[in-house]
RNA sequence: GUGCCCGUAGCUCAAUUGGAUAGAGCAUCUGACUACGAAUCAGAAGGUUGGGAGUUCGACUCUCUCCGGGCACGCCA
């Protein structure tokens, strides 16, 4: 068993049994305390705060609780020593056999990990970049970040479907349509003028010529327009190793028989009306009229003003699909939604929130939004300045010609979230430890290297050898033993990326555990008698290597997670 | 003006979601190649966590306030 699950199953039973000597009825909650391990090895192998936890409800001072476990505790025959610190920690220090077995645990259940959550159906909506050009860097955050957190949950067990909400309806595409006739009848006559409203930008011009090449009709042009650009997206997120399962149109969203339905609901909860809105705040726009719309009340689930679902032109506004879209998600029966959208749609959170509340009954559905903040891109120190609006933003596409998925994946997930990303080329070019995907991948490297070494010296070949039968209790030195706990750790790290949405964390990790590693190689050159692989001893080599092959498939099961390659030579 | 996010070492970021002496990398200085891959390692130095107040056993983390930066504030998406 982990020592994380053995611990909280042990700790958690005697919680229990001191529940039910002082009568409390109430069921306590294992989820509320932690088992760490801590920064800082003094505080013992593992560290919890449960005696602090539970100190109040079985009416001891944490302390005296602390000690009470702790003696508990010492019983076990795994266990070195358990202190008692400061407010009510309780240290627990582990005998090295004991992380001898759990590394063995590691070695034998890497790939099939149990993680212990219960699992969940999980629609995942990211990217859904507007069909209305290629992907710019910033749409590649949202993109990594979805897909990572993906892969994340469904490593730990839940089932996930990638979807892709796709905005091909509204003022936008109808901007897109202009723009490609735009450049169609340019074609033939030089002379036409250039319109503000139009989309600018080379590769829309490419995209009319494929249209105009085929001699298409006019309801076909539309459909056909969206399916080449959403061809180049996809094409553009399958380079970075991104596959949806699940495409959603917002035109099949807005039918009139889902949006009667949606309106029949609101209606009944007196939530719509007809009315006028104030000229906006931003707007400098002096031909504004007030004209008549229908309105949701968002007002009343503090929004500053009401938000219109159907345009004076009897046109659906965005806000309407988007709650249609949705609902029909919660219909299916999803047990968690999950977006994650450009930080600039931040104020748009609330008021889909709300309505959302308003259609359905909490316990159905959990919806959750991550906001993922800009990037910047450096060229050393300058920034690369941008503009959407003169068509000159950096695509996507070149930034993975320039530095490749690999060095996108890890930079667009190794912050967390709502950081912003001063993404420098000039690092990310470089082989060195400034760059910490080759700093990571060098130490998988390494570790490939020693088994091919120690299969020379010893004229063998590992597969000829039971590793579950090696004797690993000559990995004896400290920076073994940190090595071990090191590698004991992914458990945690993996359980909380997942909880908390957090890809970074294994981002992070995956660099610490190759820092250790690089420094655990190292102790070889200052003292032969600590090399992995010693000439004159198979036992201790054998230990060592299945330490290291420990540690190299933790690092490649990471790196299968955040999709980064891990070759065995560079 | 209002709402949301950010502010941690010279720079770029962590900090187990309220835990113990706030940790890494880069840059700087010092040391280690007759090589288990130096694409590396070891050591030193670097901090009033933007300022102030509060909440409690305990605050980078929560609350309030001020300062600085970003993003929004449409019948666009």
């Known amino acids: ?36 391990i801590p920064s800082n090895k003094k505080f013992g192998d593992v560290s919890t705060n449960i005696a602090m936890v539970f100190a109040k409800k079985i009416g001891l001072p944490p302390r005296d609780l602390a000690l009470k476990i702790s003696k508990y505790m010492d019983k076990e025959n795994f266990i070195e020593k358990v202190e008692v610190v400061g407010p009510g920690f309780l240290n627990i220090f582990f005998k090295k056999s004991f992380w001898q077995d759990q590394l063995k645990f590691y070695f034998k259940s890497i790939n099939s990990l149990n993680y212990n959550i219960k699992k969940k159906n999980i ?62 009848k340019s074609r033939n006559n030089k002379n036409i003028k250039t319109d503000d409203e139009l989309y600018p930008g080379e590769y829309l011009k490419e995209i009319s010529e494929k249209i105009f090449s085929e001699k298409l009709s006019e309801p076909m042009f539309e459909n056909k327009i969206i399916k080449f650009i959403m061809n180049d997206i996809k094409e553009d997120l399958l380079k970075i190793k991104i596959v949806h399962d699940s495409f959603v149109s917002e035109k099949e969203c807005s039918s009139k028989k889902n949006v009667d339905e949606i309106l029949k609901k609101l209606d009944q909860k007196k939530l719509t009306y007809y009315g006028y809105q104030e000229k906006p705040k931003s707007s400098n726009n002096e031909t504004w009229e007030k004209k008549k719309l229908l309105l949701f009340k968002s007002q009343e689930f503090g929004d500053e003003t009401d938000r219109a679902l159907i345009k004076s032109n009897g046109e659906l506004t965005y806000f309407m699909t988007d709650i249609i879209y949705h609902q029909k998600k919660i219909d299916k029966r999803y047990d968690i939604l999950l977006n994650i959208w450009g930080s600039d749609h931040s104020g748009y959170v609330k008021r889909l929130q709300s309505a959302l509340e308003q259609l359905n009954k909490k316990t159905d559905y959990t919806f959750e939004i991550k906001l993922t903040s800009l990037v910047n891109l450096l060229n050393g120190k300058q920034v690369l300045k941008m503009s959407k609006r003169e068509g000159n933003y950096v695509t996507l596409r070149e930034v993975v010609e320039k530095v490749g998925s690999d060095v996108l994946r890890y930079m667009m997930i190794s912050r967390s979230v709502d950081k912003k990303i001063d993404f420098d080329f000039e690092i990310f070019k470089s082989k060195s430890k400034d760059n910490p995907v080759f700093y990571i991948q060098y130490a998988y490297a390494r570790c490939m290297s020693l088994i091919s070494i120690y299969e020379k010296t010893f004229n063998t070949s590992l597969k000829n050898i039971d590793l579950m039968q090696v004797n690993l209790s000559n990995l004896n030195l400290n920076e073994e033993i940190i090595m071990i706990i090191k590698v004991c750790n992914f458990f945690n790290v993996i359980i909380k990326a997942a909880k908390f949405y957090e890809p970074h964390r294994i981002a992070n990790y995956l660099f610490d555990i190759a820092k250790d590693f690089h420094a655990y190689w190292g102790l070889g050159k200052v003292d032969s008698s600590k090399k992995v692989i010693i000439d004159k001893d198979c036992n201790i080599s054998l230990s060592r290597i299945v330490l290291i092959l420990s540690i190299s498939m933790i690092i490649r099961k990471g790196m299968n997670i955040l999709k980064i390659e891990c070759p065995e030579n560079m």
Not at 7 to 36: A, R
């Open 1 to 36: 068993m982990l020592y994380h699950d053995l611990l909280k199953k042990e700790l958690f039973d005697y919680i229990n049994s001191e529940y039910s000597k002082k009568n409390i009825k109430e069921v306590p909650k294992q989820s509320s305390f932690n088992i760490e």
């Open 123 to 184: 629609c995942l909506e990211f990217v859904s970049a507007n069909p209305t050009g290629l992907m710019h860097i910033g749409h590649a955050r949202g993109a990594v970040f979805g897909d990572t957190i993906a892969s994340i949950l469904e490593e730990v067990g839940h089932k996930v479907t990638r979807e892709y909400y796709i905005n091909d309806a509204g003022e936008q595409i109808k901007k897109l349509k202009k723009t490609i006739n735009f450049h169609s």
